[in-house]
């Protein structure tokens, strides 16, 4: 979630980074703290970059657990989908 955040900050677009970003936070997507999805949903979505596995398991993560997330976090989340 980091990493995507930082250089979707910086306006980088690497398709490879993304790719092994994208299927490894699929793979851990449990793992995911709300900021994380939230982070990892905007920098895709800031920079453009449609993966719809990645939010489809964004959206379930989200779901499980949206009593957990910070005004922020929802805004973030809201506006990337």
């Known amino acids: ?14 398709p ?18 709300p900021q994380d999805l939230a982070n990892t949903a905007w920098a895709f979505a800031t920079l453009g970059i449609s993966e719809p596995r990645l939010f489809d398991a964004i959206a379930r993560a989200s779901e499980q657990r949206i009593g957990d997330f910070k005004p922020q976090d929802l805004a973030n989340t809201a506006w990337a989908f």
Not at 2 to 7: G, M, R, S, V
Not at 19 to 32: C, H, L, T, V
């Open 1 to 14: 979630a980091n990493t995507a955040w930082a250089f979707a900050t910086l306006g980088i677009s690497e």
């Open 16 to 33: 490879r980074l993304f790719d092994a970003i994208a299927r490894a936070s699929e793979q851990r997507i449990g793992d995911f703290k």
